[in-house]
């Protein structure tokens, strides 16, 4: 640290992404990247044009894409926020909505609690049951901004929308988010509740099921309130927070929404494939509504499987956190990619000389 950090800062600590080594070449199963590329409409979508054109601003409204994403959803251009990643949406709820405090269950997106130290917000954390599953009983009328990633991860369970509702409606006096980046792969979206509830805030990704990560373009579904106090934080940071590049991108995969829903299909097959495979070996998760399964084997530890798949070019996802340092996120990639993630464990199970 320089010794100029504001103090405020200096004990603050950073979110972890996911590795990427440049090492070597590796099979990426570690980062919930989806291993399909955007569709063909977002390959063809910039022209020589577009890129001479990046001597302008991009339109900060980003009024066209907003058109797109709230006909898809059922809503307005004006229940849409545009945002550079997700992340950064949920960066701004913290600011906004986190004065009275946040609740959040104690195992979940691990960017959460940097956001809430980072705004100096205090927090409370819901433990999860034995089986990983949020309480939702504990997590309803709080009083305070309430967040909730639905699939949770790195578990990958899912709450039904019946009960998602119940905790919006249990706290009409503060914010509730939902961080749907996972929702297109089996989970509830809670997108047609936002003309009910005016504090809810559904909070969407293009990095996983649109294939878009590197673009790096979020977006929040909410009442015209919130959209206008989240767009008061932007007008007062980065106006231009999505480039113009993106936007056009942004807007070709809405055009081609059935080819990242019959992606997110075939991830969702491989998913299923890969759990059977995996528990015929002995390996124990929960019901994941995700694009990756989270796992552990008796004997096994946690992170030995995760440094000897390294070894052979696979990369998957430990944590070092007690509670789950047994456990590894395995992202769900092509099936011949599963396959050959599944030899290598084979391997691996037979040079431990487990069963």
Request: charged share 25%; hydrophobic share 40%.
């Amino acid at each position: 640290m320089s010794g100029f950090m504001n103090s405020r800062y200096a004990s603050l600590e950073a979110y972890t992404p996911g590795e990427q080594p440049r090492d070597k070449q590796y099979i990426k199963l570690n980062t919930n990247e989806s291993p399909y590329p955007p569709s063909p409409q977002v390959l063809e979508a910039l022209q020589r044009q577009d890129v001479a054109d990046l001597r302008l601003y991009s339109d900060p409204e980003g009024l066209r894409l907003r058109e797109k994403l709230g006909a898809l959803y059922g809503l307005t251009a004006g229940n849409v926020f545009l945002s550079n990643g997700s992340d950064d949406i949920l960066n701004f709820a913290f600011m906004a909505f986190g004065e009275d405090g946040a609740v959040f269950p104690g195992l979940t997106y691990s960017f959460y609690p940097v956001f809430a130290n980072l705004h100096k917000v205090p927090f409370e954390t819901v433990p999860l049951r034995e089986d990983f599953t949020v309480p939702v009983e504990e997590m309803k009328g709080r009083g305070k901004l309430t967040v909730l990633a639905n699939p949770n991860a790195p578990t990958g369970i899912a709450l039904p929308l019946a009960e998602v509702e119940e905790i919006v409606a249990s706290n009409r006096d503060h914010v509730v988010v939902i961080d749907e980046a996972y929702v297109d792969f089996g989970g509830q979206s809670a997108a047609s509740l936002v003309e009910k509830y005016d504090n809810l805030l559904v909070v969407m990704t293009y990095s996983k099921s649109r294939s878009m990560a590197g673009a790096r373009l979020g977006f929040a579904l909410a009442s015209r309130g919130i959209i206008q106090d989240l767009e008061t934080l932007k007008y007062s940071t980065n106006p231009y927070n999505v480039n113009r590049l993106t936007l056009k991108l942004g807007e070709a995969a809405v055009d081609s929404d059935g080819y990242f829903r019959e992606n997110a299909q075939k991830i969702m097959e491989t998913r299923t494939y890969t759990a059977a495979q995996l528990r015929e070996l002995g390996f124990t998760m929960p019901d994941s509504k995700a694009n990756f399964l989270f796992v552990r084997r008796e004997g096994l530890d946690g992170e030995t499987l995760y440094r000897k798949l390294k070894e052979r070019g696979i990369l998957i996802r430990h944590f070092s956190d007690p509670r789950i340092a047994q456990y590894n996120r395995v992202t769900i990639g092509t099936r011949e990619e599963m396959e050959a993630f599944l030899g290598e464990v084979r391997a691996i199970l037979e040079e431990e000389g487990l069963p």
